[in-house]
Protein backbone atom coordinates (compact mmCIF):
# COMPACT_ATOMS: atom_id res chain seq x y z
CA UNK A 1 0.00 0.00 0.00
CA UNK A 2 1.60 3.11 -1.28
CA UNK A 3 1.17 6.30 1.22
CA UNK A 4 1.80 9.95 -0.38
CA UNK A 5 0.35 12.22 2.74
CA UNK A 6 1.41 12.28 5.79
CA UNK A 7 -0.98 14.45 7.02
CA UNK A 8 0.10 15.51 11.10
CA UNK A 9 3.23 16.41 12.10
CA UNK A 10 5.08 18.64 14.31
CA UNK A 11 8.42 20.39 13.89
CA UNK A 12 10.22 22.62 17.38
CA UNK A 13 7.80 25.47 17.03
CA UNK A 14 5.48 22.95 19.07
CA UNK A 15 7.59 23.48 21.74
CA UNK A 16 7.86 19.77 22.90
CA UNK A 17 9.09 18.56 19.42
CA UNK A 18 12.55 18.01 17.84
CA UNK A 19 13.18 18.68 14.41
CA UNK A 20 12.91 21.60 11.90
CA UNK A 21 10.73 21.92 8.97
CA UNK A 22 13.63 21.46 6.43
CA UNK A 23 14.74 18.24 8.38
CA UNK A 24 11.18 16.93 8.05
CA UNK A 25 11.05 17.58 4.23
CA UNK A 26 14.32 15.95 4.06
CA UNK A 27 12.72 12.70 5.61
CA UNK A 28 9.52 13.10 3.72
CA UNK A 29 11.36 13.14 0.19
CA UNK A 30 13.60 10.23 0.99
CA UNK A 31 10.69 8.60 1.53
CA UNK A 32 8.61 9.35 -1.31
CA UNK A 33 5.73 11.60 0.36
CA UNK A 34 4.18 13.49 -2.36
CA UNK A 35 2.50 15.79 0.78
CA UNK A 36 3.46 16.50 4.14
CA UNK A 37 1.09 18.36 6.52
CA UNK A 38 3.46 20.72 8.92
CA UNK A 39 0.79 20.50 11.74
CA UNK A 40 2.11 22.20 14.81
CA UNK A 41 0.20 22.37 18.04
CA UNK A 42 -2.45 25.35 18.16
CA UNK A 43 -2.22 28.36 20.62
CA UNK A 44 -4.09 26.84 23.61
CA UNK A 45 -1.27 24.17 23.77
CA UNK A 46 1.25 25.04 27.07
CA UNK A 47 4.44 25.69 24.59
CA UNK A 48 2.82 25.98 21.23
CA UNK A 49 3.56 28.84 18.67
CA UNK A 50 1.70 32.36 18.47
CA UNK A 51 -1.30 32.80 16.42
CA UNK A 52 1.37 34.67 13.97
CA UNK A 53 3.36 31.58 13.50
CA UNK A 54 0.54 30.40 11.63
CA UNK A 55 -0.62 33.26 10.06
CA UNK A 56 2.92 33.40 8.29
CA UNK A 57 2.67 30.06 6.45
CA UNK A 58 1.91 31.99 3.28
CA UNK A 59 5.80 32.57 3.51
CA UNK A 60 6.19 28.54 2.74
CA UNK A 61 6.86 27.45 -0.81
CA UNK A 62 3.79 24.98 -1.85
CA UNK A 63 6.77 22.59 -2.96
CA UNK A 64 9.96 22.32 -1.29
CA UNK A 65 12.50 19.80 -2.28
CA UNK A 66 9.53 17.74 -4.41
CA UNK A 67 7.53 18.02 -1.67
CA UNK A 68 3.94 19.51 -1.20
CA UNK A 69 3.69 21.19 2.13
CA UNK A 70 0.45 21.66 3.27
CA UNK A 71 0.06 24.75 5.59
CA UNK A 72 -1.43 23.14 9.55
CA UNK A 73 -2.38 23.46 12.18
CA UNK A 74 -3.65 20.75 15.39
CA UNK A 75 -5.94 22.62 16.79
CA UNK A 76 -7.33 22.37 20.31
CA UNK A 77 -11.21 21.60 21.04
CA UNK A 78 -11.35 24.41 24.14
CA UNK A 79 -14.88 23.92 25.87
CA UNK A 80 -17.12 20.89 25.59
CA UNK A 81 -19.39 23.52 23.66
CA UNK A 82 -16.48 22.82 21.18
CA UNK A 83 -15.12 25.84 20.75
CA UNK A 84 -11.87 26.08 18.61
CA UNK A 85 -8.20 27.63 19.40
CA UNK A 86 -8.56 29.19 16.19
CA UNK A 87 -10.84 31.60 14.52
CA UNK A 88 -12.78 31.20 10.56
CA UNK A 89 -10.03 33.96 9.36
CA UNK A 90 -7.14 31.45 10.11
CA UNK A 91 -9.12 28.57 9.13
CA UNK A 92 -9.44 30.21 5.90
CA UNK A 93 -5.34 31.07 5.77
CA UNK A 94 -4.57 26.99 6.47
CA UNK A 95 -4.48 24.44 3.95
CA UNK A 96 -5.17 21.80 6.66
CA UNK A 97 -6.90 21.54 10.14
CA UNK A 98 -6.73 19.22 12.78
CA UNK A 99 -9.05 19.26 15.42
CA UNK A 100 -7.63 16.91 18.43
CA UNK A 101 -8.64 16.93 22.02
CA UNK A 102 -5.95 16.73 24.39
CA UNK A 103 -5.78 16.72 28.33
CA UNK A 104 -3.77 19.85 29.14
CA UNK A 105 -6.08 21.59 27.36
CA UNK A 106 -9.64 20.20 28.25
CA UNK A 107 -10.02 17.57 31.66
CA UNK A 108 -11.66 14.48 30.11
CA UNK A 109 -15.10 13.90 31.57
CA UNK A 110 -17.50 11.34 30.10
CA UNK A 111 -18.80 9.73 26.72
CA UNK A 112 -21.59 12.17 25.94
CA UNK A 113 -19.95 15.19 26.47
CA UNK A 114 -16.44 14.05 24.71
CA UNK A 115 -18.76 12.90 21.45
CA UNK A 116 -21.18 16.09 21.43
CA UNK A 117 -17.88 18.41 20.92
CA UNK A 118 -16.56 16.61 18.44
CA UNK A 119 -19.68 17.06 16.69
CA UNK A 120 -20.24 20.88 16.92
CA UNK A 121 -16.56 21.16 16.07
CA UNK A 122 -17.39 19.25 12.95
CA UNK A 123 -20.55 20.86 12.45
CA UNK A 124 -18.44 24.72 13.10
CA UNK A 125 -16.91 23.91 9.58
CA UNK A 126 -13.06 24.80 10.98
CA UNK A 127 -12.19 21.02 11.28
CA UNK A 128 -10.62 18.89 8.04
CA UNK A 129 -9.63 15.97 10.12
CA UNK A 130 -10.14 14.56 13.62
CA UNK A 131 -6.96 13.25 15.26
CA UNK A 132 -6.07 10.88 17.45
CA UNK A 133 -10.16 10.22 18.35
CA UNK A 134 -9.26 6.37 19.51
CA UNK A 135 -7.65 7.90 22.82
CA UNK A 136 -8.90 5.93 25.97
CA UNK A 137 -8.42 9.37 27.73
CA UNK A 138 -11.33 10.93 25.56
CA UNK A 139 -13.94 7.97 25.14
CA UNK A 140 -16.25 8.73 22.23
CA UNK A 141 -19.36 7.15 20.29
CA UNK A 142 -17.76 5.92 16.93
CA UNK A 143 -20.93 5.69 15.42
CA UNK A 144 -21.88 9.08 16.01
CA UNK A 145 -19.03 10.68 15.34
CA UNK A 146 -18.39 8.82 11.95
CA UNK A 147 -21.52 9.50 10.91
CA UNK A 148 -21.23 13.33 11.81
CA UNK A 149 -17.67 13.10 9.63
CA UNK A 150 -20.01 12.41 6.86
CA UNK A 151 -22.27 14.58 7.34
CA UNK A 152 -19.62 17.34 7.55
CA UNK A 153 -16.96 16.13 4.95
CA UNK A 154 -14.13 15.52 7.54
CA UNK A 155 -11.45 12.91 7.46
CA UNK A 156 -11.40 10.58 10.60
CA UNK A 157 -7.28 9.91 11.62
CA UNK A 158 -5.32 7.13 12.05
CA UNK A 159 -2.45 7.94 14.11
CA UNK A 160 0.52 6.09 13.76
CA UNK A 161 1.78 7.08 17.29
CA UNK A 162 -1.44 6.04 19.20
CA UNK A 163 0.34 2.22 18.34
CA UNK A 164 4.14 3.13 19.33
CA UNK A 165 4.64 5.74 21.99
CA UNK A 166 1.54 7.53 22.85
CA UNK A 167 -2.09 6.69 24.08
CA UNK A 168 -1.49 3.43 25.01
CA UNK A 169 -4.70 0.97 24.90
CA UNK A 170 -6.03 2.98 21.73
CA UNK A 171 -6.02 -0.35 19.17
CA UNK A 172 -9.76 -1.21 19.98
CA UNK A 173 -11.02 2.51 19.94
CA UNK A 174 -9.01 3.24 16.52
CA UNK A 175 -10.84 -0.15 15.31
CA UNK A 176 -14.24 0.78 16.22
CA UNK A 177 -13.94 4.38 14.43
CA UNK A 178 -12.55 3.30 11.43
CA UNK A 179 -15.20 0.30 11.28
CA UNK A 180 -17.89 2.88 11.65
CA UNK A 181 -16.27 5.34 9.22
CA UNK A 182 -16.49 2.48 6.92
CA UNK A 183 -20.52 1.66 7.73
CA UNK A 184 -21.03 5.15 7.11
CA UNK A 185 -18.72 5.43 3.48
CA UNK A 186 -16.53 8.67 5.25
CA UNK A 187 -12.42 8.38 4.70
CA UNK A 188 -9.83 8.12 6.77
CA UNK A 189 -6.17 9.81 6.79
CA UNK A 190 -2.83 8.76 8.06
CA UNK A 191 -0.63 10.98 10.43
CA UNK A 192 2.31 9.76 11.84
CA UNK A 193 2.20 12.39 14.77
CA UNK A 194 6.15 13.11 13.81
CA UNK A 195 7.57 14.69 16.77
CA UNK A 196 11.10 14.04 15.64
CA UNK A 197 12.32 13.85 11.74
CA UNK A 198 12.41 10.32 11.88
CA UNK A 199 9.40 9.57 11.86
CA UNK A 200 7.71 11.69 9.34
CA UNK A 201 5.95 9.40 7.14
CA UNK A 202 6.54 5.82 9.26
CA UNK A 203 2.96 3.86 9.07
CA UNK A 204 4.36 0.35 9.78
CA UNK A 205 1.69 0.18 12.49
CA UNK A 206 -0.78 2.02 10.52
CA UNK A 207 -0.83 -0.64 7.62
CA UNK A 208 -0.17 -3.70 9.82
CA UNK A 209 -3.87 -2.21 11.69
CA UNK A 210 -5.71 -1.52 7.88
CA UNK A 211 -5.17 -5.20 7.17
CA UNK A 212 -6.01 -6.40 11.05
CA UNK A 213 -9.34 -5.02 9.87
CA UNK A 214 -9.65 -4.83 6.62
CA UNK A 215 -10.35 -1.48 5.80
CA UNK A 216 -11.42 -0.45 2.01
CA UNK A 217 -7.74 1.07 0.72
CA UNK A 218 -9.68 3.10 -1.65
CA UNK A 219 -10.89 5.22 1.73
CA UNK A 220 -8.05 5.90 2.34
CA UNK A 221 -7.27 9.69 1.80
CA UNK A 222 -3.55 9.06 2.51
CA UNK A 223 -2.99 6.93 -0.31
CA UNK A 224 -3.98 9.36 -2.83
CA UNK A 225 -2.08 12.82 -3.34
CA UNK A 226 -4.27 14.59 -5.63
CA UNK A 227 -7.50 12.84 -3.97
CA UNK A 228 -6.28 15.08 -0.53
CA UNK A 229 -5.82 18.04 -2.36
CA UNK A 230 -9.62 17.85 -3.91
CA UNK A 231 -10.71 17.15 -0.57
CA UNK A 232 -8.85 20.34 1.04
CA UNK A 233 -10.12 22.63 -1.88
CA UNK A 234 -14.18 21.31 -1.49
CA UNK A 235 -13.73 22.55 2.30
CA UNK A 236 -12.58 25.51 1.49
CA UNK A 237 -14.40 28.82 -0.48
CA UNK A 238 -11.71 30.55 -2.68
CA UNK A 239 -8.70 27.60 -1.79
CA UNK A 240 -5.52 28.44 -3.60
CA UNK A 241 -4.06 24.66 -3.99
CA UNK A 242 -3.08 25.13 -7.61
CA UNK A 243 0.76 25.12 -6.23
CA UNK A 244 0.72 21.87 -6.04
CA UNK A 245 -0.25 20.74 -9.46
CA UNK A 246 2.90 19.89 -10.95
CA UNK A 247 3.24 17.28 -8.49
CA UNK A 248 0.52 15.60 -10.00
CA UNK A 249 1.05 16.26 -13.60
CA UNK A 250 1.89 13.82 -15.91
ZN1 LIG B 1 2.64 17.14 20.55
ZN1 LIG C 1 -2.39 15.53 19.33
Redesign the pocket.
Known sequence: MEIEVDSHTHTVASGHAYSTLAENVQVAAERGLKLLAITDHGPAMPGAPFIWFFMNMKILPRIMNGVGLLRGV?ANITSWEGDLDIDEDLYQVMDIVLV?L?EPVVTPTDITTHTDSVVKAMASGRMDVF??GGNPAFPINADQVAKAAVEYNVLIEINNSSFTTSRQGSEKNCAALAEAVALHGGYLTFGS?AHLADKVGGFDDCRAFIETIGFPRERIMSCNGKGFIDFLKSRRNNADLTGFDPLFAG
Do not use: L, P, R, V
Request: hydrophobic share 15%; aromatic share 0%.
Open positions: ESHAHD
